[in-house]
């Protein structure tokens, strides 16, 4: 499956234009790239630091095809892609990371079901449709669990804990009627993630694993080196590899896993750069940004190695210009028009020499 | 004369659409700045990056008004911008560095006279404006010198040697019968360069002096750090806050310097970020471009200590690929349209520990 290099010059599609465009784009000039960014909403922040934008809906077939004929390969920066989009424009310029990883990832039943075929551990889980298959889910994994809708979450948007059996009937409320699945809790130390990469050839590179912590369900901050032990880092990698071989995947991965006593259980993953992989700017020579880029482009993969130990926080509102102040401390601001509260801004990376 | 920070989401105007005014660009997205290009020369690579381009002359004072109005800032990524155009938008908005940097950096004579008058070394020189003034000015400095055009030299271009009196003749005619100056060979045993940086409070920062090596007359090397004692370090970076003071200058100022037995001498300095300087983009944790943006836009100068030592090489026409398959090398593309030989199309820095 190994392919020609693109040389510099070339055209990148990027399917969304958020903060992970944005980057990509960065990413990619630093390699002479061209991006154009494809996004149905009214200025989005990656279109300041690309060439060409194209505003139109993931369902309007005619911009799709003639993006796709703009460039030389398309990316995406989020995983809730319409498929029927990637299907329009397909046989025009290749897609990667490839559809496959699109459509497990959309879905937390097939994402669930792909990770256990694979061999992998995951949380103890069950479709829930109804009130009805809620019960009988509740009866197999118990409490406390969480239902989460299968498609379209984020940021624990479309997630409702319950504590005990009395809950059930609020959290399924909360669905809307959606097609979910139930979750056992995990009993973790810590959350981990590794940002992986595999190349047009097959090779596969990943980062050092990051040690996660949320507030409100969004994640607050990323530590390198995790608190944990250089086999639990080594099982980590592995995990990822096999899931980005098993995908046949060209491109960045991130993939969450909990640290439990009987070793890790994968959360979930996303096809795409990823917000716990933002240290790697400041920390790496290559970045999560730049590795997608090079392998979506055939480029080799490049030297991810950590020279420095890194703390990362997400800006919500937060005070850019103090951050940037801090000794150690690189900022980076996402450029988005309208702060809301719990909006990601930008983010703030301390370094320190590697311990 | 500290000014107000300028807020993320601010304008940046830039004169000039070539790499550097690029990687500007690229630092400044990372700020969540907007720039505008502006460039007279057709697909400058800089607009590649940007938001806005405007392709006009330099003597268009209708353009260079109109770009002027829509920018919060004004700087420049190339010394050889027309006063003129400096004179046309300055009542617009503030241009940073100031105009006196770039009058004296636009004149060799007046950058020496400058630098005598600031206290520092500089070769023997004398003014040249015709044959017999040369023949005076050999007979003060002796041979051998080096003739350099007063204006608009770069990378070894206007510039012819003398190694002997007889070679005269021949240095002059080359000329063209441009004013120029005559400047004694100075005895060195490397030549450095420090890239400092003044903010809008007066407050100075300065990376670690780079050792240069220059092929054809154009950089080819910077190691960092150069092969100086500690104490000629120092020296080299107080020299360079005594030019950014004694111009009361904003931004980044790339100056060279010579390492001789008798200490340092001042070669000239660039009013901008500079070629000596790229490798603080994978060495630092700010690099020069930011640094610049951080103080034209009046936000507090970042961390730019050396987390790795750092090799960076220009690459003319080099194997990009190949470069980039190199452990510990990152790669730099300018993404210009037309390779040429000799012509920079981007460089590689090698970083390893700090030894």
């Keep these: 499956m190994a392919f020609e290099p693109l040389p510099s010059g070339s055209r990148i599609g990027i399917?969304?234009?958020?903060?992970?465009?944005?980057?990509?784009?960065?990413?990619?000039?630093?390699?002479?790239?061209?991006?154009?960014?494809?996004?149905?909403?009214?200025?989005?922040c990656a279109a300041h630091v690309v060439e060409r934008v194209t505003r139109a809906e993931y369902d309007d077939v005619a911009a799709l095809r003639a993006f796709a004929n703009s460039v030389d390969v398309i990316t995406y920066e989020f995983e809730n892609v319409p498929l029927?989009?990637?299907?329009?424009?397909?046989?025009?310029?290749?897609?990667?990371?490839?559809?496959?990883a699109l459509e497990t990832a959309q879905d937390r039943l097939a994402e669930k079901d792909f990770l256990r075929a694979t061999g992998l551990a995951t949380a103890p889980y069950a479709l829930v449709e109804d009130a009805a298959?809620?019960?009988?889910?509740?009866?197999?994994?118990?409490?406390p669990s969480i239902l989460?809708?299968?498609?379209?979450?984020?940021?624990?948007k479309g997630q409702a804990r319950i504590m005990a059996l009395p809950d059930a009937a609020a959290a399924w409320k909360s669905m809307s009627g959606a097609p979910s699945v139930l979750e056992g809790f995990i009993d973790f130390k810590c959350e981990?993630?590794?940002?992986?990469?595999?190349?047009?050839?097959?090779?596969?590179v990943a980062f050092d694993p990051g040690e996660n912590v949320h507030m409100d369900g969004i994640l607050h901050t990323t530590t390198v080196p995790a608190a944990i032990k250089a086999s639990t880092a080594q099982d980590a990698v592995l995990i990822a590899g096999r899931i980005l071989n098993a995908l046949d995947?060209?491109?960045?991965?991130?993939?969450?896993l909990f640290v439990t006593r009987g070793g890790l259980v994968v959360n979930e993953f996303a096809p795409r750069v990823h917000n716990s992989g933002h240290w790697t700017q400041d920390s790496c020579l290559i970045?999560?940004?730049?590795?997608?880029?090079?392998?979506?482009?055939?480029?080799?993969?490049?030297?991810?190695?950590?020279?420095?130990?890194?703390?990362?926080?997400?800006l919500l509102g937060d005070d850019i210009l103090g951050a940037a102040d801090m000794r150690g401390t690189a900022v980076h601001v996402y450029g988005k028009p309208d702060p809301r509260p719990g909006r990601k801004m930008g983010h703030a990376t301390l370094i320190t020499p590697r311990g």
Tied chains: 1, 2.
């Design 15 to 44: 399917l969304g234009g958020g903060q992970l465009g944005r980057m990509l784009a960065l990413a990619a000039a630093r390699l002479g790239m061209r991006c154009h960014v494809y996004e149905p909403a009214a200025d989005p």
């Design 192 to 204: 981990i993630s590794v940002i992986a990469a595999r190349g047009g050839d097959g090779s596969v």
């Design 84 to 100: 029927a989009a990637i299907d329009a424009i397909a046989d025009i310029a290749p897609v990667r990371p490839g559809r496959r």
């Design 249 to 256: 995947y060209v491109g960045v991965i991130g993939v969450e």
């Design 133 to 143: 298959t809620l019960d009988d889910a509740l009866a197999e994994i118990g409490a």
């Design 287 to 314: 970045d999560q940004f730049e590795q997608h880029v090079r392998a979506i482009c055939g480029w080799p993969l490049g030297d991810g190695a950590r020279h420095s130990d890194a703390v990362m926080t997400n």
């Design 148 to 156: 989460k809708t299968r498609r379209l979450g984020y940021d624990g």
